[in-house]
Antibody, heavy 119, light 106 residues
């Protein structure tokens, strides 16, 4: 199992960024996937989840209405579209696999991609 | 949302010690609790799910217990690789939440 995030970088407040998570080593369509972030020196914060059938999507209150989670099963890739970015969104963003349809735990993680929101 | 607290926030220990970390939920989460280990600069690693189910490949010196609102993670004999930060996470609802973490250092 391998998860590789990309798309992070420095972005100004109010702008947008799209993160990607490329999956390999497992049947992508059979597992839910998630985004979890960690601000510098802080703890873990769940961001969003998408079920294996892509029907169910859930968001943390802090990002609801600004972030959108999606998947492209044919490309085995998950995305996080982040709009109206704020300084408090600065964090390492991890993608993580769920052990099932939507158990909401994280059994494999990527290495993370850093998003810095600053003017 | 369900709030998670952990204590202690920092724990100083030595190799061979038995250490216990406590996690409390603001409401009954039955046994829907997981524990993760995070070493500096690395992604978290799932240790335990359903409060006490050890994940494949995790050493048996790790154990979890509890139900309802109070849970514990115990490391029976601390090894050098175990110096890390540990997080609990509830998954009783669609909005999952983590505890603030417990740093285990020397």
């Amino acid at each position: 199992v391998q998860l590789v995030e990309s798309g992070g970088g420095v972005v100004q407040p109010g702008r947008s960024l799209r993160l990607s998570c490329a999956a390999s080593g497992f049947t992508f369509s059979a597992y839910a996937t998630h985004w979890v972030r960690q601000a510098p020196g802080k703890g873990l914060e769940w961001v969003a989840s998408i079920s294996s059938d892509e029907v169910n999507k859930y968001y943390a209150d802090a990002v609801k209405g600004r972030f959108t989670i999606s998947r492209d099963t044919s490309r085995k890739t998950m995305f996080l579209q982040m709009n109206s970015l704020r300084a408090e969104d600065t964090a390492v963003y991890y993608c993580a696999r769920d052990p099932g349809f939507l158990e909401r735990i994280f059994d494999y993680w990527g290495q993370g991609t850093l998003v810095t929101v600053s003017s | 949302d369900i709030q998670m607290t952990q204590f202690p926030s920092t724990l100083s220990a030595s190799v061979g010690d038995r250490v216990t970390i406590t996690c409390r939920a603001s409401q009954n989460i039955i046994r829907w609790l997981a524990w993760y280990q995070q070493r500096p600069g690395k992604a978290p690693k799932l240790l335990i799910s359903k409060a006490s189910t050890l994940e494949s490949g995790v050493p048996s010196r790790f154990s979890g217990s509890g139900s309802g609102t109070e849970f514990t993670l115990t490391i029976s004999r601390l090894q050098p690789d175990d110096f890390a930060t540990y997080y609990c996470q509830q998954y009783n609802s669609n909005v999952v939440t983590f505890g603030p973490g417990t740093k285990v250092d020397i």
